[in-house]
């Protein structure tokens, strides 16, 4: 669940600490890192795994909408007199019911119509209390409940999808070691909270164990970077967001730091989020602190064909 809350006030000094500036010339340890024998293996093996990814049943290329419920009894189908409406020809024009009481959701199925959780048909079932989000399936379709702060919705993935299933990749720039960096890791001496916006205009709050800094044509820079379960988590913006690259800015996922606190951050990993390339997503977009003011012409470029927000 998404929690919303009131904007904190950092000081001005930590601010100062952990922006995105230049704080000199000296490189030091910083700069260019040599790459590994299989670097072009790797990252094209980086790219299939996105690909995948994305790809997959109920991923972002697949996401085909989300229903929010009103609270009582909200019905479901393909028919235009639904209250909410599923894609024509995936579902009967009226497939049942699902109820929202006091945060607790309930899904009926009509008569003949057949939905299964975990393969087994159900026609009763409580499909959100409150922690458990089962998955339901009918044919293509699979669905789930998806919080938003105190809204909740009806998450819906199509897996007939041949647009998906054609998927390659998006555009990108060409594979260039150039910008496979040294990077330092900063831990934050004391628990750092930083509040971080949504596409919806939305403020939520984020841990963030330290910064990461790094060298680009002799100017160090630093950024916020968060926790994620493979690495450290980065979100940033740069100039080539203006013409060539989403412009909100992109994601990457690093290397934990090691003991001395150096990791490699690699922009050929840079990769769009959700909502360059899917309406129905809540992004969250770098803060004010990660927005570079340096050119990175590296890692994916801005989606084609692809409708974002």
């Given at each position: 669940m998404t929690t919303i809350v009131k904007k904190q006030i950092i000081p001005a000094y930590i601010t100062l600490l952990c922006g995105l500036m230049i704080i000199g010339c000296g490189t030091d340890d910083l700069g260019k890192a040599p790459v590994p024998e299989n670097y072009v293996e790797s990252i094209n093996e980086w790219k299939e795994y996105r690909i995948g990814v994305l790809t997959g049943p109920t991923n972002w290329l697949r996401l085909?909408?989300?229903?929010?419920?009103?609270?009582?009894?909200?019905?479901?189908?393909?028919?235009?007199?639904?209250?909410?409406?599923?894609?024509?020809?995936?579902?009967?024009?009226?497939?049942?019911?699902?109820?929202?009481?006091?945060?607790?959701?309930?899904?009926?199925?009509?008569?003949?119509?057949?939905?299964?959780?975990?393969?087994?048909?159900?026609?009763?079932?409580?499909?959100?209390?409150?922690?458990?989000?089962?998955?339901?399936?009918?044919?293509?379709?699979?669905?789930?409940?998806?919080?938003?702060?105190?809204?909740?919705?009806?998450?819906?993935?199509?897996?007939?999808?041949?647009?998906?299933?054609?998927?390659?990749?998006?555009?990108?720039?060409?594979?260039?070691?150039?910008?496979?960096?040294?990077?330092?890791?900063?831990?934050?001496?004391?628990?750092?909270?930083?509040?971080?916006?949504?596409?919806?205009?939305?403020?939520?709050?984020?841990?963030?164990?330290?910064?990461i800094e790094f060298s680009i044509d002799g100017n160090r820079y630093s950024v916020i970077a968060f926790e994620a379960n493979s690495g450290l988590f980065i979100m940033f913006a740069d100039e080539t967001n203006r013409t060539e690259t989403y412009h909100a800015g992109r994601y990457m996922i690093i290397p934990f730091p090691d003991k001395d606190g150096q990791t490699i951050i690699d922009f050929n990993k840079a990769y769009n989020p959700p909502c360059a390339f899917n309406t129905f997503t809540t992004c969250q977009l770098p803060p004010p602190q990660n927005r570079l003011e340096v050119a990175i012409p590296a890692g994916e470029k801005r989606p084609v064909d692809w409708k974002g927000i």
């Open positions: 085909d909408g989300i229903y929010w419920l009103e609270e009582g009894e909200n019905s479901f189908g393909s028919g235009d007199n639904r209250d909410l409406t599923l894609p024509e020809g995936t579902i009967p024009e009226y497939a049942g019911t699902f109820t929202l009481e006091d945060g607790m959701i309930t899904m009926r199925v009509a008569e003949g119509v057949i939905i299964t959780h975990e393969g087994e048909p159900v026609e009763d079932m409580i499909i959100f209390n409150g922690e458990n989000r089962p998955h339901l399936e009918h044919g293509s379709l699979e669905w789930f409940v998806d919080t938003r702060g105190e809204r909740h919705g009806i998450r819906l993935y199509n897996k007939d999808n041949p647009k998906a299933d054609a998927f390659e990749g998006f555009p990108a720039y060409p594979l260039d070691p150039e910008w496979h960096l040294i990077a330092k890791f900063t831990p934050n001496t004391d628990s750092l909270s930083v509040m971080v916006d949504n596409v919806l205009g939305e403020e939520l709050e984020r841990d963030s164990p330290g910064n």
